[in-house]
């Protein structure tokens, strides 16, 4: 059983910066697929950025060049540097492991963007 636990959020003033992690436990962290979603008041649950167990990246292209994911797989952790904030990224941000066939999600931290 995988168990995340994300931190980080709060309240920002746009063009304000925050860095979120995602503690992970359970599982052999170097093995899973992460990710990073969010969900706005509203709307429906959304993929923010995305990082393949060798690395790789992918983004949503409302955040690409303002957000960058990454993983310490020393720590069991991970990342995600949140720059350029803008009102419309206010919501709650989950962490999501996908690990030998199972998918997992943290509760998730809210962030809120204020104009």
């Known amino acids: 059983q995988v168990h995340l636990v994300e931190s980080g959020g709060g309240l920002v003033q746009a063009e304000g910066s925050l860095r979120l992690s995602c503690a992970a436990s359970g599982s052999i962290f170097s093995a899973n697929s992460m990710a990073w979603h969010r969900q706005a008041p509203g709307k429906e649950r959304e993929l923010v950025a995305g990082i393949s167990m060798g690395g790789n990246t992918n983004y949503a292209d409302s955040v690409k060049g303002r957000f960058t994911i990454s993983r310490d797989n020393a720590k069991n952790t991970l990342y995600l540097q949140m720059n350029s904030l803008k009102p419309e990224d206010t919501a709650v941000y989950y962490c999501?492991?996908?690990?030998?066939?199972?998918?997992?999600w943290g509760k998730g931290t809210q962030v809120t963007v204020s104009s």
């Open positions: 999501r492991s996908y690990y030998r066939g199972g998918l997992y």
